[in-house]
């Protein structure tokens, strides 16, 4: 087992502990998609749990929405709640799947918001990542649409595994980069019990 696949693993527990633990007695306020919340655990809380905890009303509303209704649903968010959508959206394809390979197979739709969401985050690091990626992807999408329509993942998942490696070297910054946007901008996100 890889370092990377190791880091899935451990992802995905600590992703199902957090929907767990954070949002079990949680109100949701769907007609805005904010998250209603005690201020001293808004303050307290980082990285992937704080995300998680002001995208869980967008999250719920979302697992009840056709993937095919998902452009309707979205255009429904705010301008700033669209970057927090595209960025948690970017985190869970490649966190919790089969790394990029997963984001182009289910999630390559949201790729021109994925970069402006983090051309707005100032994430020059993950932005010089994505678009590396994407050119990979562009340049063998023939070779990589013919292996995901066999079922073949291994060509797909070699070729992109450089990436998925950088990625996780660079995930916790872009990470931090939306908990600072999401904290500047609080009444987009959140209501204060």
């Not at 527990?13 to 007609?31: K, P, V």
Request: proline residues 3%.
């Amino acid at each position: 087992m890889t370092k990377f696949h190791r880091h899935i693993i451990i992802y995905i527990a600590i992703h199902f502990a957090c929907l767990y633990s954070y949002g079990q007695n949680r109100e949701i306020d769907i007609t805005r998609f904010y998250s209603i919340v005690d201020k001293s655990e808004f303050e307290s809380l980082n990285g992937w749990e704080f995300a998680w905890l002001v995208f869980k009303p967008i999250n719920d509303t979302l697992s009840d929405t056709l993937f095919e209704g998902r452009p309707e649903f979205i255009n429904k968010l705010t301008t700033k709640q669209k970057i927090l959508f595209h960025i948690v959206e970017l985190e869970r394809s490649v966190m919790g799947g089969s790394g990029f390979s997963n984001f182009y197979f289910n999630y390559k739709i949201y790729y021109p918001e994925i970069i402006k969401s983090l051309t707005t985050l100032n994430d020059t690091a993950m932005l010089t990542l994505m678009n590396s990626i994407n050119d990979v992807y562009l340049k063998n999408y023939k070779i990589i649409n013919k292996k995901y329509n066999s079922g073949d993942w291994e060509y797909i998942e070699i070729l992109f595994t450089p990436y998925d490696k950088s990625y996780l070297d660079k995930h916790d910054f872009t990470m931090k980069l939306l908990e600072d946007y999401v904290r500047q901008y609080a009444p987009e996100f959140v209501k204060f019990q």
